[in-house]
């Protein structure tokens, strides 16, 4: 499941957070989020970051007791689209 997508959430910024588009409204996460996703890992269900904020991806990736997926991005250095994973969140789904 997906966090967000094209707008903010009660749980979580999206990427238009990252163009300037949108303020940020947790800065990752929001107290609710942090449930969520710790929700999420109980379920056993898989965590989709497509759409998140970078700084959405990086709390989330610290905070994951689960393996998570982009479901449809690319490596930002590939193609920079904002949507797109910087080099620095891919090492840290590899740590």
Do not use: Q
Request: glycine share 4%.
């Amino acid at each position: 499941m997906t966090l967000t997508h094209s707008c903010n959430t009660p749980w979580a910024d999206n990427w238009l957070v990252d163009t300037g588009d949108e303020p940020p409204l947790h800065h990752g996460l929001s107290p609710f989020g942090k449930t969520v996703l710790e929700e999420m890992n109980r379920l056993g269900m898989i965590v989709d970051l497509a759409h998140v904020s970078v700084e959405t991806m990086k709390v989330v990736l610290s905070l994951s007791k689960a393996p998570i997926i982009f479901s449809h991005s690319s490596a930002y250095s590939l193609c920079p689209h904002r949507r797109n994973v910087p080099d620095d969140v891919l090492r840290m789904v590899v740590s």
